[in-house]
Each structure stands twice: as structure tokens, then as C-alpha cells.
């Protein structure tokens, strides 16, 4: 079991991560987190570094954006992820959030796997792109041989020749990690989609499989966001979630 903050990953609960794809203000993180932890949602997540395709799309608001997802964790009382890119960031992140998260680009990064290692930070390792199941558990590996047993991985869905959703999500990767490892498993089905619509759907499809949790992306007004609006929920689609993920939850003998 792997805790971030106070809320627990491979227990008996099953855990929601929620929150926009970037901080993009004070106000936005804010309105949102509100939204999402009256819904119900146990940890906040929003990126203040942002690994983009484009260098010329938003980057995130970086230092600032760290100093506002701390501030708005300690007002509400809620647990955080957020991104690391760069070993140069450690320090900062460590101070201001309660959990590292490697995104997808980095799963490979092996000098930022072992720093985040050489902390005893909860760590979200979320499976690279392109990457098969035994390279995520690897990667999993230099995370706990460098000294960090708290490793949360994530499946987000994966290049295939599919070009109607934004990755193909591999719900295969649920149980056969959890038969493979120890470790908890999350789903992330905002970027295991790319579509708005289809995220509740596989949100419930991961806790029929049997994930520990689910990461959702959730903005004030997806419609500006300056990062994976279409793949956002609005707070209403997240607060119906929440409220239609709980017989599902209770089926697979769990508790929201
Ligand atoms: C994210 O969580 O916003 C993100 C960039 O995800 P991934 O690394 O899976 O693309
Ligand atoms: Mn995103």
C-alpha cells in the first residue's frame, strides 16, 4: 500500500486523483479542486511543468504554479501530484506537493527515476507511450532500488494504429501488473482517450479490472483550458462520475 498524504493506494478503497491537466491560475486551480473534492475526489493533481509535443504550446506556469497548487492543497486539506521533469526541480516540488508524478515521456528517464529514488516522496510512474509492461516495471525498479518502496504506476494508454481515440487504452496492463507486482495501479482514461465522453465509461471499465484507482483531468471551463480541454470533464460530468462510479465500486468489493 502506498499513501499520498492520507489517502491510501492498494487498499480496500478505491482512489481518485482529479484535477486540471496544467495550474493555470490561483482562480482556476482553486474552483477547481472545490469542484472535484465536494464530488468526492481524494487527491488533487494539476501539472506545473508541462512536457508538451509543441514548444510553442503553454509549458506550464512552473515555480508559481507549484507555490498555487501548495497553497490550495493546505486551504482545502487535499493530498497532491504534480509532474516532475527535472531533477533541478526536486527540492521545489518535494516542498510544495505531496506526490512526484513521472509522466509518460520520462518513464525511461533513469537519472530522474533514481533521484526521485533517493526520496522517500509517494512516486506516480505512469507507462510510457510506447513502452511494454515489463519495461514500466523496470522503470518501477530503479524507483525502489534506489531506496523509494512508494511507487504508484499508471496506465495511460498507449500508441497503437488506432487513430480514433488519442492513445489506445491498455486495460490489460490492470491485471497483469497486479499479478506481477505488489505495486498499486491506477488508470488514467482523460489521456487513455483524449475524448471527454469516453472517460467515464473507462473509469468504470478500471475498476471492473480491478485498478486501485483512477486519474481524472477536470477543469473549471474546459472550454479554456490551456491544456486538454477536450479531454477534461467539466465539474458536473466529474460530480456524475463520482456518483455513478460507486455501484461499480461496490461491485468489485470496494469502497469510494
Ligand atoms: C498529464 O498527466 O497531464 C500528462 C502529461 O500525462 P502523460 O505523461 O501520461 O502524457
Ligand atoms: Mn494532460
Given amino acids: 500500500m502506498v499513501h499520498i498524504g492520507d489517502v491510501p493506494f ?3 478503497g478505491f482512489a481518485v486523483i482529479a484535477g486540471p491537466c496544467s495550474i493555470e491560475s490561483r482562480e482556476q486551480l482553486e474552483q477547481t479542486a472545490q469542484a472535484v473534492q465536494t464530488a468526492g475526489a481524494h487527491c ?41 521533469v527535472d531533477v533541478a526541480d526536486l527540492d521545489a516540488i518535494a516542498e510544495h506537493a505531496d ?3 513521472i509522466g509518460a515521456r520520462n518513464m525511461q528517464n533513469y537519472t530522474l527515476l533514481n533521484a526521485v529514488g533517493r526520496t522517500q516522496k509517494p512516486t506516480l510512474l505512469k507507462r510510457g507511450p510506447a513502452a511494454t509492461l515489463d519495461e514500466l516495471l523496470l522503470a518501477a525498479e530503479y524507483v525502489v532500488s534506489s531506496g523509494n518502496p512508494h511507487v504508484i504506476l499508471c496506465e495511460r494508454g498507449i ?5 480514433a481515440t488519442r492513445n489506445t487504452l491498455d486495460l490489460n496492463a490492470v491485471p497483469y501488473l497486479k499479478q506481477r ?13 483524449g475524448i471527454r465522453g469516453l472517460v467515464a465509461p473507462m473509469a468504470k471499465a478500471a475498476v471492473a479490472c480491478g485498478a486501485d484507482g483512477v486519474m481524472v483531468e477536470v477543469h473549471v471551463d474546459p472550454t479554456r483550458a490551456l491544456s486538454d480541454g477536450h479531454q477534461s470533464l467539466f465539474p458536473s460530468q466529474f460530480d456524475e462520475l463520482m456518483r455513478s462510479l460507486g455501484p461499480f465500486v461496490e461491485a468489485a468489493g470496494r469502497t469510494l
Fill in 99 to 101: 506526490a512526484f508524478q
Fill in 181 to 193: 507486482s505488489h505495486l498499486p495501479v491506477i488508470v488514467d482514461p482523460s489521456h487513455g482517450t
Fill in 10 to 12: 492498494g487498499s480496500k
Fill in 44 to 84: 488533487l493533481r494539476g501539472g506545473a511543468y508541462k512536457p508538451r509535443s509543441s514548444p510553442y504550446s503553454f509549458q506550464g506556469l512552473g515555480r508559481e504554479g507549484l507555490e498555487i497548487l501548495g497553497a490550495v492543497s493546505a486551504s482545502l486539506g487535499i493530498p497532491t501530484v504534480t509532474e516532475i
Fill in 159 to 163: 500508441k497503437t494504429f488506432e487513430r
